[in-house]
T-cell receptor, first 115, second 115 residues
Framework: DAGVIQSPRHEVTEMGQEVTLRCKPI?????LFWYRQTMMRGLELLIY????????DSGMPEDRFSAKMPNASFSTLKIQPSEPRDSAVYFC?????????????FGDGTRLSIL | EDQVTQSPEALRLQEGESSSLNCSYT??????LFWYRQDPGKGPEFLFT???AGEEKEKERLKATLTKKESFLHITAPKPEDSATYLC????????????????FGAGTRLAVHP
């Protein structure tokens, strides 16, 4: 079975540029989550969707961050303009409905470096 | 405030030397406690879900247990391939208003098993 697929795996760009991260969740999963992982702060939830609708974006650090889920099989996380402090590994995860009893399954992440 | 603390931060074992990792949590009401394994350059991989005190789950050399305040991940006769970071996450019960409570992750324990 295909797991959560993220692209690109690595992204290096200069400060001020727009960055778009992509995620394809596991087919049939109803919840989609975007996380950020750093050494200092660990894994932090940025935003999650249920049935393509954003439910909680309280973890999004600034207005420079935005996320969309146009359909059940695709989501994007966009940073515009990017800053060096946005450098981190960004993970997408998905789970089945009944999300509070179902485990989240993670992709392998996008390692983002902002110069 | 919901909180998860994992100890030790890092653990070095010889192959075959059994040990335990600790996950202490503070949550208003526990809906579930999750254990994940994360390899370098990969996303967290789901291992176990525990729901109530006294519950135990096993998988190969790993056994997870749960009390009202903490969870242990016991590793019996570890092998070098068990080397990874082990993450613990808790989820609070959903309130009367319903909805979904996000996972709160600990900082993880980095386990190194040497031959």
């Amino acid at each position: 079975d295909a797991g959560v697929i993220q692209s690109p795996r690595h992204e290096v760009t200069e400060m001020g540029q727009e960055v778009t991260l992509r995620c394809k969740p596991i087919s049939g999963h109803d919840y989609l989550f975007w996380y950020r992982q750093t050494m200092m702060r660990g894994l932090e939830l940025l935003i999650y969707f249920n049935n393509n609708v954003p439910i909680d974006d309280s973890g999004m650090p600034e207005d420079r961050f935005s996320a969309k889920m146009p359909n059940a099989s695709f989501s994007t996380l966009k940073i515009q303009p990017s800053e060096p402090r946005d450098s981190a590994v960004y993970f997408c995860a998905s789970s089945l409905e009944g999300g509070d009893t179902q485990p989240q399954h993670f992709g392998d992440g996008t390692r983002l470096s902002i110069l | 405030e919901d909180q998860v603390t994992q100890s030790p931060e890092a653990l070095r074992l010889q192959e075959g030397e059994s040990s335990s990792l600790n996950c202490s949590y503070t949550v208003s009401g526990l809906r579930g406690l999750f254990w994940y394994r994360q390899d370098p350059g990969k996303g967290p991989e789901f291992l176990f879900t525990l729901y109530s005190a006294g519950e135990e789950k096993e998988k190969e050399r790993l056994k997870a247990t749960l009390t009202k305040k903490e969870s242990f991940l016991h590793i019996t006769a570890p092998k070098p391939e068990d080397s990874a970071t082990y993450l613990c996450a808790v989820q609070a019960v959903v309130g009367i208003s319903g909805g979904y409570n996000k996972l709160i992750f600990g900082a993880g324990t980095r386990l190194a098993v040497h031959p």
